[in-house]
């Protein structure tokens, strides 16, 4: 790289966490883990150049990689201290679980297509994310074997919390997930279980409008 192209890469990085800090993310731990991770890592090649930039972008399998305001947004949210076990459903690119990696003690993400699974493993890897596993599998099932998790974070749309998920979730976890249908106006809502003495109760806060791809059934018969 040319210190012309390493002086705009530092230029597109400050613009990148001044926009999180614009957006209302104030959270340092979370602002430093998004300083940490380089988006750049984990987009196609073919969006190196949007790479900083403040939107989703197209990943393969028709899939997405979220916004980084998004990312940090949910990752604010999800409350996660250095002792917890967090998962995650739909690896995507990996970047989310790169973001994770950073605050948890370790994180399991599930991804239902094979492609995306072995890339985003591989990019972990390089990146020296040791605390990551990628699951190739149906994140509606959750990952039963290494249940509870402290936090789950679900970052493709569905109209309600899958039961496996909210069983997997410790007493007193947080679940953040982009609830809606598949094409109309889908919130972000933070779930936190609690046990009373009449059962377990899941308490529901909605936050902000989103735009996610479909949480859908099963692991894909595409690669
Ligand atoms: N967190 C990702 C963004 C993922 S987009 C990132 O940081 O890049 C949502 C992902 O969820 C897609 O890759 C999609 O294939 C996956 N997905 C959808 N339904 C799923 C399911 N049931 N189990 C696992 N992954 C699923």
Same mark, same amino acid.
């Not at 012309?4 to 890469?9: A, L, R, V």
């Not at 939107?55 to 393969?60: F, G, K, R, T």
């Given at each position: 790289?040319?210190?012309?192209?390493?002086?705009?890469?530092?230029?597109?990085?400050?613009?990148?966490?001044?926009? %999180?800090?614009?957006?209302?993310?104030?959270?340092?731990?979370?602002?430093?883990?998004?300083?940490?991770?380089?988006?750049?890592?984990?987009?196609?090649?073919?969006? %190196?150049?949007?790479?900083?930039?403040?939107?989703?972008?197209?990943?393969? =399998?028709?899939?997405?990689?979220?916004?980084?305001?998004?990312?940090?947004?949910?990752?604010?949210?999800?409350?996660?201290?250095?002792?917890?076990?967090?998962?995650?459903?739909?690896? $995507?690119?990996?970047?989310?679980?790169?973001?994770?990696?950073?605050? /948890?003690?370790?994180?399991?993400?599930?991804?239902?297509?094979?492609?995306?699974?072995?890339?985003?493993?591989?990019?972990?890897?390089?990146?020296?994310?040791?605390?990551?596993?990628?699951?190739?599998?149906?994140?509606?099932?959750? =990952?039963?074997?290494?249940?509870?998790?402290?936090?789950?974070?679900?970052?493709?749309?569905?109209?309600?919390?899958?039961?496996?998920?909210?069983?997997?979730?410790?007493?007193?976890?947080?679940?953040?997930?982009?609830?809606?249908?598949?094409?109309?106006?889908?919130?972000?809502?933070?779930?936190?279980?609690?046990?009373?003495?009449? $059962?377990?109760?899941?308490?529901?806060?909605?936050?902000? /409008?989103?735009?996610?791809?479909?949480?859908?059934?099963?692991?894909?018969?595409?690669?």
């Amino acid at each position: 790289m040319t210190s012309e192209n390493g002086q705009q890469n530092d230029i597109d990085r400050a613009g990148f966490l001044l926009t %999180l800090r614009q957006r209302g993310i104030t959270d340092q731990t979370v602002l430093r883990a998004m300083e940490q991770v380089s988006r750049a890592d984990f987009v196609a090649s073919g969006s %190196l150049a949007k790479a900083q930039a403040d939107q989703a972008l197209p990943i393969d =399998c028709g899939q997405t990689i979220s916004q980084p305001y998004v990312v940090a947004y949910m990752t604010e949210r999800l409350e996660v201290k250095p002792h917890h076990r967090v998962l995650e459903i739909g690896t $995507g690119s990996g970047y989310q679980a790169a973001v994770l990696s950073e605050l /948890a003690r370790e994180v399991v993400s599930i991804e239902r297509f094979r492609t995306l699974a072995d890339q985003a493993r591989e990019k972990l890897k390089t990146g020296a994310y040791d605390n990551v596993e990628v699951i190739h599998g149906d994140g509606m099932a959750g =990952c039963p074997d290494r249940a509870p998790f402290d936090r789950i974070i679900v970052t493709a749309a569905a109209e309600e919390a899958p039961a496996a998920l909210v069983e997997q979730l410790a007493d007193g976890g947080i679940m953040i997930m982009p609830r809606g249908p598949h094409n109309g106006p889908q919130h972000i809502v933070k779930l936190t279980k609690r046990q009373t003495p009449d $059962g377990v109760v899941l308490d529901e806060e909605r936050l902000i /409008a989103v735009r996610f791809v479909p949480l859908l059934p099963g692991r894909s018969r595409e690669l």
